[in-house]
């Protein structure tokens, strides 16, 4: 369990003084400009809230995010998995061990896979007791309700397709979903969504289907291999341990599948130390369960 009760309650008091100030500080300083923009315009790397502020609430619960916008950021991470009965839910494990007590409520049906269980069955856990007490009822969200929830805090999404060789065809139904929820007009797909996968197959599936969307490839192509790459994204997103500025610099070299300079942007980085380092080497953008320690290290927003 990662908790730091201290930190929560600063947190707690900055969310309640932005709120006074008329919202969060990131939407305030970046306004509608595009990540790459406001950074060129403000000098720091883009933090994004890993699974909402996911060092002080239950990953990838509506408590988390609403943190993550009471702290000041407004550029959210999530994972999204699909259910026996077709709903997709946010979530990051494909089982629901570790964080719902599937356990107690479903005994012997390990090993309790996300896509065994329908919606419904899934909404009866509790994905917050393993993380405090004090988050006890927070639920796995549906997609629908954590775009919803995003929408309704002014939050911009960094969405991941999680392990989608389980789930074939999720790329076409998360971008329904997306259109359903409307998420993909023009204000959206340019300035407040991004879709990356691990999978370099899924997000060529999502160019193809919606060439305006932004997208991202998670991990580090050997720099020969980001050629490639470039075809079909516009970021790649690499662990923080597996990269140089020289690494850096080549993807920066790169025109992306929408003609501009393709972007960095590392996880998972929780410290000041290192959030300076991979500052040092040029990243566009920080991804952080600890927002608020990034933000402090480098001037990001």
């Known amino acids: 369990m ?30 509608p400009d595009s990540p790459t923009t406001a950074r060129a315009a403000f000098g720091g790397p883009v933090v994004y809230a890993h699974r909402g502020a996911s060092a002080y609430a239950p990953e990838n619960t509506l408590e988390s ?3 993550a916008m009471q702290l000041g950021f407004d550029w959210v991470e999530n994972d999204v998995q699909r259910t026996r009965d077709g709903e997709l839910v946010v979530i990051h494990d494909d089982t629901l061990a570790r964080t719902t007590d599937v356990e107690q409520v479903f005994p012997g049906r390990q090993p309790w896979r996300v896509k065994d269980f329908t919606a419904a069955e899934i909404a009866r856990l509790d994905a917050g007791s393993w993380f405090g007490e004090e988050y006890g009822g927070a639920r796995v969200p549906t997609l629908r309700e954590y775009l919803h929830r995003v929408q ?4 911009r999404l960094l969405l991941e397709i999680k392990k989608p060789e389980l789930y074939p065809g999720i790329e076409e139904q998360t971008l329904a979903v997306l259109e359903d929820a409307g998420w993909l007009d023009e204000r959206h797909v340019t300035r407040r969504l991004v879709v990356q996968s691990f999978s370099a197959d899924s997000v060529r ?46 993807v920066h070299g790169l025109l992306g599948a929408h003609g501009k300079a393709m972007e960095v942007d590392t996880w998972i980085v929780d410290d000041a130390a290192t959030a300076r380092k991979v500052q040092s080497m040029g990243v566009d953008g920080i991804i952080t369960n600890a927002p608020d320690v990034v933000r402090e290290a480098v001037g990001g927003y």
């Open 65 to 67: 995010i609403d943190l």
């Open 2 to 31: 990662y908790v730091r009760p201290a930190a929560a309650a600063a947190a707690a008091f900055l969310g309640f003084t932005l709120t006074l100030l008329g919202g969060t500080a990131s939407y305030a300083v970046a306004g």
């Open 205 to 250: 599936i999502v160019h193809g289907l919606r060439p305006d969307l932004v997208t991202a490839f998670l991990g580090t192509p050997a720099v020969a291999d980001l050629p490639r790459y470039a075809q079909f994204t516009d970021r790649i997103n690499p662990w923080h341990t597996t990269i140089s500025a020289d690494w850096v610099a080549a």
């Open 152 to 155: 309704r805090n002014q939050q």
